[in-house]
């Protein structure tokens, strides 16, 4: 009768192997953890920087300047369909490659953009205004002049927290945001960016071209200036009752 010749403290096979295959496994990992370069780490330093809190420009005499930090905003507006579209304010912000996001702690250029549902400047939403030429920074940012976003990352010029037009200059179209177009990015549920020019019957630009240069606010305790409460509406002045002067 045959028996078992194996107990189970016998190793078979390639055990030797095996354990040191399991060895380099374990030790490629712990150096790999702490240089700080597991995928997990690395996606993370990316996220915390992209959401990290950032401090705006104040605009105290309500111009623009270049070298100002701002968010830009596609302020909130009515729609037919409002079950449709994205509401509220909707500021621009960077958007990485899904992929290239969890294989990178740095966020790769060129990338992507769109809209997200938030007033609070952060790494992605947060850009600095400079020179086409250049030059340097500190000077009055007029209307019709070229400039330039970088990442971190009365009509007398006074942009700040005023709504503009801004037309990319290969293709004369504006920059707009598609509320009805909506995209799953890194960051979750956001709207579509596109150049391209909305124009009412009137031929005048519809509210989706529409943008603010948002600054910081001055009080400590609003980030910025789209954070500030609305005065009331004024209520309009009480009608005086004519009286008949033959009423008693």
Not at 21 to 34: A, Q, S, V
């Amino acid at each position: 009768m045959a028996q078992n010749l194996y107990g189970p403290g016998v190793r078979m096979g390639n055990w030797n192997e095996d354990i040191y295959l399991e060895e380099e496994l374990m030790k490629d990992f712990l150096e790999k953890r702490d240089k700080g370069q597991l995928l997990i780490q690395r996606n993370r330093r990316l996220k915390e920087n992209l959401l990290r809190p950032m401090q705006l420009s104040v605009s105290e005499d309500g111009y623009v300047r270049c070298g100002d930090k701002v968010m830009l905003v596609n302020p909130a507006h009515a729609e037919v369909e409002a079950h449709l579209f994205l509401g509220g304010d909707l500021s621009l912000g960077a958007t990485p490659d899904e992929i290239k996001a969890h294989l990178s702690d740095e966020l790769e250029v060129p990338c992507g953009l769109s809209a997200a549902q938030t007033r609070i400047p952060v790494g992605r939403n947060t850009f600095t205004i400079l020179r086409a030429d250049g030059n340097a920074t500190g000077q009055v940012l007029r209307y019709g002049q070229d400039f330039c976003l970088a990442t971190t990352g009365g009509f007398e010029d006074k942009m700040a927290n005023a709504k503009i037009l801004i037309y990319h200059c290969g293709t004369n179209r504006g920059l707009a945001v598609s509320r009805h177009v909506f995209l799953s990015t890194y960051f979750g549920k956001e709207a579509e960016v596109a150049v391209h020019t909305h124009l009412d019957s009137h031929r005048v630009e519809k509210p989706s071209n529409h943008w603010m240069l948002v600054t910081g606010n001055p009080r400590k305790d609003l980030s910025a200036m789209l954070d500030l409460p609305k005065p009331p509406a004024e209520a309009p002045p009480a009608l005086e009752q004519a009286t008949d002067p033959g009423a008693q």
